[in-house]
């Protein structure tokens, strides 16, 4: 395999398997955090796909942990956290989240 079919299938790997929206609207998160404490926090989604979503939540936790979210529509889904971060730009904490439900936000 030579660079530029390596470089492409690397490039392919990083596209989300559905399209990102952005969005705004406040959620709350359920869950433990990096000391296993339990919080209850508000937090805001600022990206949706179909299963999975980047939402802004000032607490910090363990990468594969199960959160419950609680959007002002439909019922509370269960999701892994994939990625957290901080912002260069803003210094907020971002989480990335995987919906554990096949259906994802349109979950009954």
Do not use: C, Y
């Not at 559905?18 to 600022?46: C, M, W, Y």
């Amino acid at each position: 395999m030579n660079d530029s079919n390596s470089r492409a299938t690397s490039e392919a790997s990083q596209r989300p398997r559905s399209p990102r929206v952005p969005v705004e609207f406040d959620l709350q998160v359920e869950g433990k955090d990096i000391h296993g404490n339990a919080f209850n926090q508000s937090g805001k989604a600022t990206k949706i796909s179909r299963g999975g979503a980047t939402i802004i939540v000032d607490v910090e936790m363990k990468l594969g942990s199960v959160v419950k979210l609680v959007p002002p529509f439909g019922s509370k889904l269960d999701a892994e956290v994939n990625g957290s971060w901080t912002d260069d730009l803003d210094g907020q904490r971002r989480i990335g989240v995987k919906l554990l439900n096949a259906d994802g936000w349109f979950a009954d």
